[in-house]
């Protein structure tokens, strides 16, 4: 089953303006992830949060977390056609070892140029 | 590119036949993760292997198994196919205990006719 719920499910945006997704989820985590994906290909990681942080930057991302609320934003600044993508949140209740990521459905993205 | 290979990249099965998918994990990594992802669907945890053992299992029939081997690559197995095992499967890596962020390989696309 389905843990995060990405919203919204497409996104179009002109290259150079920012892309705001955001993903709501049921459960408690220990920690959020954000994945993208191209063209039905694997996953590739982007930025991680745990549940004790409420804001990560790492480069053009920023990552926001709000477990009141459970809930997750991915801020994307100054898009390129290149992030044209599929992108996904997944949410991490445990540690270590027995780190088992639980996806949405996903938000295609789509950069023109 | 992460370090995770997966063999084969495309195959197409028939139903009730019986299919083996291979994945190297990125090296230094001990755990192993198995997702299906459907069309158009997140990806949807099958099970884990950390060091040899299966350490947990999504909500997924027995027909589907796997193994890891001692240097923490892995397979997956699936029994008696049904049209709706047609998928990308997914494997992930990472450092059980150590860190949260799982690296993909490129996914296996299954196709059962």
């Known amino acids: 089953s389905q843990q995060g719920e990405e919203d919204p499910q497409a996104l179009s945006i002109q290259e150079g303006e920012n892309a705001t997704m955001n993903c709501s989820y049921k459960?408690?985590?220990?920690?959020l992830q954000w994945y993208r994906q191209n063209s039905g290909r694997g996953l590739v990681h982007l930025i991680l949060?745990?549940?004790?942080?409420r804001e990560k930057h790492s480069g053009r991302l920023r990552v926001t977390l709000d477990t009141s609320k459970k809930s997750s934003s991915l801020l994307i600044t100054a898009s390129r056609a290149a992030d044209t993508a599929s992108y996904f949140c997944?949410?991490?209740?445990?540690?270590?070892?027995?780190?088992?990521?639980?996806f949405g459905k996903g938000i295609t993205l789509s950069v023109r140029p | 590119e992460t370090g995770v290979t997966q063999s084969p990249t495309h195959l197409i099965k028939t139903r009730g036949q019986q299919v083996t998918l291979r994945c190297s994990s990125q090296?230094?990594?001990?755990?192993v993760s198995w997702y299906q992802q459907a069309l158009g669907q997140g990806p949807q945890f099958i099970f884990q292997?950390?060091?040899?053992?299966?350490?947990g299992r999504g909500n997924f029939p027995p027909r589907f198994s796997g193994l890891q081997f001692p240097n923490y690559s892995s397979e997956l197995n699936v029994n008696a196919l049904e049209l709706d095992d047609s998928a990308l499967y997914l494997c992930?890596?990472?450092?059980?205990?150590?860190?949260?962020?799982?690296?993909f390989g490129p996914g296996t696309r299954l196709t059962v006719t």
């Open positions: 459960t408690s985590i220990n920690n």
């Open positions: 292997y950390y060091r040899e053992e299966e350490n």
């Open positions: 997944a949410t991490d209740p445990y540690l270590g070892a027995n780190s088992k990521l639980t």
């Open positions: 090296s230094g990594h001990n755990t």
């Open positions: 992930a890596s990472h450092q059980g205990g150590r860190s949260f962020e799982q690296y």
């Open positions: 949060i745990r549940s004790n942080e």
